[in-house]
């Protein structure tokens, strides 16, 4: 009789699913359900703590490991959250993946889309999902395209200072569906600085 571990890795094997997609797939689905969890409470919410909404800006660190070429991207992300206080918001990003490429591949994403954060202490933890236009540079300039690109991703923030947050980790697992040779994948991690405007 086959471990559920077995079990699991058989069936990621049966619908395609890499070692690096399993990773990304349990660290999304884990942020998922964490989201899920609340604690209980028997006090009404203050009107002021009710509505209102967070703005916070900051930049990144990335690093990407990249289907086509089988290649590992550092770079750069300029990253925009606006949130509510009942968990939904907002996410804008800019990434420039142009580092450690002995073939000049180049991969920048501009993305948007929903996010769903809560709070437990000092850390947030949050899920997204983005959409947006991707840019790929192939190897020694040859050609550059534009395309779709959807990204689910999530990740863990800690507030240090009351404007000041350290974005731990923020895993997002891209996919390129109308890439020139086929759907192409890529997974990153990027840690960096947010800066709470309001």
């Known amino acids: ?28 689905a884990t942020v998922f359900c964490l ?11 203050f009107t002021g703590d009710q509505g209102g909404i967070t703005l916070k800006a ?21 990253v925009v959250d606006l949130d509510t206080r009942r968990r939904f918001g907002i996410e804008a990003e800019g990434r420039w993946l142009l580092y450690n490429n002995p073939t000049q591949i180049q991969a920048k994403t501009w993305l948007g889309g929903v996010r769903y954060h809560f709070s437990r202490g000092k850390f947030q933890y949050y899920g997204k999902g983005l959409v947006g236009i ?27 200072k009351r404007k000041i947050s350290f974005r731990l980790a923020d895993v997002e697992y891209q996919v390129w569906p109308k890439f020139t040779y086929g759907s192409m994948t890529s997974v990153g991690v990027s840690a960096g600085v947010m800066y709470h405007i309001f």
Do not use: H
């Open 58 to 78: 900051g930049g990144t660190a990335s690093g990407y490991q990249v289907e086509y070429g089988d290649q590992k991207l550092l770079g750069f992300a300029g």
């Open 134 to 160: 991707g840019q790929f540079t192939f190897p020694y300039n040859y050609g550059q395209g534009n395309y779709l690109v959807i990204a689910p991703g999530g990740g863990v923030d800690y507030r240090w």
């Open 1 to 28: 009789m086959k471990s559920s571990s077995n079990r699991f890795k058989s069936a990621c094997e049966k619908l395609g699913v890499t070692s690096a997609r399993r990773v990304a797939f349990i660290a999304v």
């Open 35 to 45: 989201g899920l969890a609340r604690t209980a409470s028997a006090q009404v919410v």
